[in-house]
């Protein structure tokens, strides 16, 4: 096995994610119409009644609106990792799993192509989701997207890796439910992308501890800082430390010894 | 001459002392044989019998509790995932993606087996060009039947001329036509191209006189051999006879 061979394979494991990705146009509008109904609708509503403080990284009273924007984009990566997720499932149930297993290369760079490939169509939905609300004039700056581009492929590798740990301990597409309510829900609501951790203090401690403890959390303050050219040491661990957690408990879970134990091929 | 010893040294498939236990279940107790250039292997054993485990296994799915499989000289669990690239695999399920056409599956297949869009292309032309599928190319695997889905699989299992061919059960689903069809443009493969055949079912009339039979019985190999020989050592006039000897009563 060459790096040529390693070029192509990955390019074919992309290729297919596009393609499936463009198969699914209601994928591609639903991960839109989400965080556009947070922005217009939510955002409205919350806003009279959320006061923000001043906090870091701004310098400056801003609209309720803006300080979402960063949290709407983890959503979209954390609902696209989760649909690739799904994707994997599915591709479990179908048997084309099987059919990118045994093929002749390593499993981890098999799961690190299918990830690549997952992260970057997470970061077309998200830039697709900024030009839409930039048209709806919302307050983003435009060199801030370019900054945000590192924190969204770390962002992209946690969450996919994670969808991917998922993906191996769920037997049927019926399971994934679950995954809703005890796993997304969760990340979502107990993070910073909708409320700052010091509001989620006043109603509880414990709850804003958690928001703290969440890596979502850091995936949201990393592109928030670096959005505004500003860099986040401590969310950059986290969410790092947190990717190569989850991508090393994805090669395991679909490591064949570990597999056979569990009764499922692929 | 110096390929005809390499292949004689080693074989598109040697198995060892296999065995691979289902939690308390032992699944494949001991199972040792090799597939040999050009030669078509029937493993024939009735439902449950460890056919598709053993391919499991060797296709690198699952790994194995004891024994070693080598593909063409290289060791599976020393090689690691670079010992499959010799294999071509027909799964007994569905393993086509339905959403694509056949030729965005044959394609994605052949990257991963680092081929270029220049070589997939022919290679895909040419396989199904043979299948007799050339003109469903554009089309989405949905949109096909059965046996041309089938056919799609065996032209995906080829595409990268592998030295060894498994096929777990694939004329399963199929009628009689398609079945006929296929088993004779099988058998026609390991003649003309060399490729080894390593071909699971229960199906006795999938066997020709001169293939090799490993009659495979709750987990164990029962017998090796041409149909002559397994109806001579059996005392039995004909293959199912042999076969329902073998397995104790067992064969489908």
Known sequence: ?266 | MEALRDSNHRPPLSVAGLTFNYGPRRALDDVAFDVRGRETVILLGPNGAGKTTLFSLISGLFAPHAGSISICGKTLSKAGASALDPLGIVFQAQTLDLDLTVRQNLRYFCALHGMSRAAADRRIGEELTRLKMADRIDEKIRALNGGHRRRVEIARAVAHNPKILLLDEPTVGLDVPTRRELIADLHARAADSGVALLWATHLIDEVAETDKVIVLHKGKVARIGTPADLRAATGTPNLDAAFAALTAGEAA
């Open chain 1, 1 to 266: 096995m060459n790096a040529t061979h390693y070029f192509r394979a990955f390019s074919g494991i992309a290729g297919r994610e596009l393609l499936r990705f463009l198969n699914q146009r209601e994928r591609f509008f639903s991960a839109l119409l989400r965080p556009m109904v947070w922005l217009v609708v939510f955002a409205a509503g919350f806003r009279a009644a959320l006061g923000l403080s001043i906090i870091p990284p701004y310098q400056t009273y801003i609209t309720y609106e803006v300080y979402i924007v960063p949290g709407l984009v983890g959503m979209i990566q954390l609902f696209n990792g989760m649909q690739s997720s799904l994707s994997m499932v599915y591709d479990q149930e179908m048997g084309s799993m099987r059919v990118l297993l045994t093929t002749p290369l390593p499993r981890w760079f098999l799961l690190l192509a299918k990830l690549l490939a997952g992260v970057a169509v997470s970061i077309f939905q998200v830039y697709a989701f900024a030009g839409v609300a930039l048209l709806f004039g919302i307050d983003i700056p435009p060199w801030g997207l370019l900054a945000i581009l590192p924190a969204l492929i770390l962002n992209g590798l946690m969450l996919g890796s994670l969808g991917m740990v998922l993906a191996s301990l769920l037997r049927q597409l019926e399971n994934f439910a679950g995954v809703m309510n005890f796993v997304i829900f969760p990340m979502f609501f107990l993070s910073s992308a909708l409320y700052p951790v010091w509001k989620m203090r006043e109603a509880s401690v414990w709850l804003a501890r958690i928001c703290e403890w969440n890596p979502f959390s850091h995936a949201v303050e990393l592109i928030r800082f670096a959005l505004y050219g500003q860099f986040n040491l401590l969310s950059l661990a986290i969410v790092f430390s947190t990717s190569v957690v989850f991508f090393l408990g994805a090669v395991w879970s679909f490591n064949p010894a570990r597999r056979f134990r569990a009764g499922r091929t692929a």
